[in-house]
């Protein structure tokens, strides 16, 4: 009988964890910034190399995932793409801006419940595009490559609702490709700084 408290408590702690399994979708606010090495196209041939260093842009998100709820952790994928804004940089010859244009993220998501709350990780893979945006076109030059590489993450989600949650989460990513012209990578570190409202099924 002394353990029927005990056992009473768990089984409401299992319900209270329970509100985060199943699919759901989120939309995301991000701040972005990426740095690293590129060699890139010119228009007046051959290919140039400088650093690359954003400074902050945006990034406009969504994803879309599924959890799974053991006890009070949780185990989940997840895809989400992104939309980049200003994640770009003139190059030194003052001719050509390179910018990433896009995101996106296949990932697998490890957290603990406490209450409320849902604390993770996350680890996957990532793929962005790369462009050199010049003001005349390069005619048959490729002035667009794709990035990929590994990505890593924290975060944090409220529960608002059955339904509705809030959530902030940090990622980097390590990411690297290279124009047909080029001899040596394009390699980027990128950051995201979001903000997430999310709807579960």
């Known amino acids: ?6 056992a009473a408590a768990a089984e409401e702690h299992s ?6 399994q199943g699919p759901y979708v989120a939309l995301d606010l991000a701040a972005a910034n990426a740095k690293g090495n590129s060699e890139i196209p010119i228009l ?15 990034g406009f998100n969504a994803a879309i995932g599924y959890n799974v709820v053991n006890g009070r952790y949780l185990y989940g994928a997840e895809f989400r793409y992104s939309n980049l804004v200003d ?3 003139r190059s030194s010859s003052g001719r050509e801006n390179r910018e ?10 490890f957290g603990i419940i406490q209450g409320d709350f849902l604390y993770y990780g996350a680890i996957g893979w990532s793929w962005s595009r790369f462009r050199v945006h010049p ?4 005619g048959p ?5 794709l990035l990929d590489g590994f990505n890593i993450g924290v975060g944090v989600e409220y529960n608002l609702s059955d339904r509705w949650f809030l959530g902030g989460e940090y990622s980097y990513r390590d990411l690297s490709g290279r124009f047909d012209e080029a001899s040596n990578d394009t390699s ?10 999310g709807f579960r099924f």
Request: hydrophobic share 35%; proline share 2%; charged share 25%.
């Open 1 to 6: 009988m002394q353990l029927l408290p005990f």
């Open 15 to 20: 319900d209270q964890a329970s509100f985060a």
């Open 44 to 58: 007046s041939g051959g290919t140039e190399r400088g650093s690359f260093d954003s400074g902050t842009g945006r």
């Open 87 to 89: 994640v770009s940089e």
């Open 100 to 109: 990433a244009l896009d995101l996106a993220d296949v990932r697998g998501r």
């Open 135 to 138: 003001s005349r076109k390069f």
């Open 141 to 145: 030059r490729e002035s667009l490559t």
């Open 188 to 197: 980027i570190d990128l950051g995201l700084i979001s903000a997430r409202v």
